[in-house]
């Protein structure tokens, strides 16, 4: 919750699931107001959509003293997982092991 009373959500939206390889994920923040609506002030009607690598999740928000939002995301590359492949073992189109990893982002208050 920012210092205004606001809430701050973070996660993904799954956007693609027609191809062979693994869904498109798109990290997303939203931000609510006191009665649970979108506030329209932040992003885009409420929200921020975050693309890194195509696979992209926010796994933990962070709010500093000067109102700036820090996100830890999840990202990695669309990827499809062989069925004799250990579990975590995936992909590319190229049949190259997907990029996995980690990315900070950080964001104005607004």
């Known amino acids: 919750m920012q210092a205004d009373g606001k809430l701050l959500v973070a996660g993904h939206r799954v956007l693609d699931l027609s191809n062979d390889l693994s869904p498109k ?10 009665n649970g609506q979108p506030d329209p002030a932040f ?5 921020v959509a975050i693309a890194v ?15 700036k939002i820090v996100a830890a995301l999840r990202v990695g590359e669309p990827c499809q997982a062989p069925g004799t492949a ?25």
């Not at 994920?25 to 006191?34: C, E, K, M, P, T």
């Not at 690598?53 to 109102?67: F, K, M, N, S």
């Open 53 to 67: 690598r195509g696979i992209d999740a926010v796994e933990d928000l962070l709010l500093q003293p000067d109102g």
């Open 25 to 34: 994920w798109q990290a997303v923040i939203w931000r609510l107001l006191d």
């Open 86 to 110: 250990p579990i975590g073992l995936c992909f590319n189109q190229a049949g190259q092991a997907a990029f996995r990893g980690t990315s900070l982002l950080r964001l104005n208050a607004d």
């Open 43 to 47: 992003g885009q009607g409420g929200e």
